[in-house]
């Protein structure tokens, strides 16, 4: 055997340097994209947040503002003006209603703070804008993500919602074992 084929454990500051240099990886990625995209974005006076609820909205139809806050991890203030921006520029319009407003209707009611209900959806012009927008983003998108084949960016996609979702157990069991130097 040689030397070569012998296995070495990592020790445990091994693996937080390649915890941590994954980590950076990942910031500078990500920040690096939004570079690379963001002069497209703020042609059409989009910012990176307006741009995830125009293509949502276009993508899944008029949803509750709670879902969106919910889905993206925004505060309802940081929501509030994003839909702001958008509505400002005619593309989204936002409808508020009472809980009451649904059950009276037959709806079915989400759980809420007793605050009135944000219904978000897309205008005419704002279907329109997205439809011209969005292949075109998509085609930038796809230009810069060339640099990876289909399955690395579905290996990509899969590794990123695997980071963001998180292992709760894996978690608390790291966070519970004492280091050792």
């Given at each position: 055997m040689t030397i070569a084929a012998v296995k070495r454990w990592v020790t445990p500051?091994?693996?937080?340097?390649?915890?941590?240099?994954?980590?950076?990886?990942?910031?500078d990625a990500?920040?690096?994209m939004r570079a690379?995209?963001?002069g497209q974005l703020a042609t059409y006076d989009l910012t990176m947040r307006g741009f995830r609820l125009l293509e949502l909205l276009h993508r899944q139809g008029p949803t509750l503002g709670m879902d969106v806050a919910r889905m993206f991890r925004w505060q309802r203030r940081n929501l509030d003006t994003i839909v702001k921006g958008l509505a400002d520029n005619g593309w989204v319009k936002a409808k508020r209603f009472r809980i009451q407003d649904l059950e009276?209707?037959?709806?079915e009611v989400p759980e809420g703070d007793g605050r009135p209900l944000l219904l978000l959806s897309l205008t005419k012009e704002g279907v329109a804008f997205a439809a011209r927008f969005l292949p075109r983003h998509a085609k930038v998108v796809r230009a810069y993500m060339r640099a990876l084949d289909g399955r690395q960016q579905q290996t990509l996609s899969e590794l990123c919602r695997k980071v963001r979702d998180g292992d709760v157990t894996k978690f608390i069991s790291e966070m519970e074992h004492e280091d050792v130097e």
């Open positions: 500051k091994e693996k937080t340097d390649r915890a941590f240099r994954a980590y950076l990886d990942l910031l990500a920040d690096h690379r995209v963001y009276n209707a037959g709806l």
